[in-house]
């Protein structure tokens, strides 16, 4: 494994950490592990893959989630049919959300494609309004465009 320097730019942490494996579900569990890791006040950062029907859970880092969630239901579903970022503010005020942790308060989910086919979305979430901005959607797009090589 490579020694990670925790002051190095995340996107590149990530291709380093990840190396030449191109197994989804070891790459994907690292990933969910590092930006766990890099993000603070985080309590839910993962990956939903897309079945060709609806979201299916995959790797993660927090508590148990919702296994299955059908494109346009919640963040993770609405992100996923648009095939745009969601970033919410305050995921109370966001119709249809589904609770899978109640401590959360904000969201920002992620597609991850591949041209416009959807492969799934990275989902972090945390227990803080307001949590994400332009430099998290920024890192986590990058992050997602790498991954979408991958998967």
């Known amino acids: 494994m490579t ?10 942490m990530l291709e380093a950490l990840t190396g030449t494996e191109r197994d989804r579900t070891a790459v994907l569990s690292n990933a969910s592990a590092l ?27 927090g508590l148990p989630a919702c296994i299955r969630i059908p494109l346009g239901r919640g963040v ?19 119709p249809g959300h589904i ?3 109640s ?7 992620v597609p991850i494609k591949r041209g416009v086919s959807l ?12 949590r994400f901005g332009g430099e998290e959607q920024t890192m986590l797009e990058k992050m997602a465009e790498f991954l979408s090589s991958i998967l």
């Open 119 to 130: 492969l799934g979305v990275l989902d972090v979430d945390s227990p803080f309004l307001a």
């Open 35 to 61: 930006i766990k890791m890099v993000l603070p006040d985080v309590n839910w950062a993962g990956f939903y893959l897309f079945d060709g029907t609806e979201l299916v859970l995959g790797p993660f880092q």
């Open 76 to 94: 993770c579903g609405t992100a996923a049919e648009r095939l745009e970022t969601l970033v919410v503010p305050d995921v109370h005020a966001f």
């Open 99 to 101: 609770a899978c942790d």
């Open 3 to 12: 020694n990670l320097d925790s002051s190095a730019d995340p996107c590149a």
């Open 103 to 109: 401590a959360s308060r904000s969201e920002i989910v």
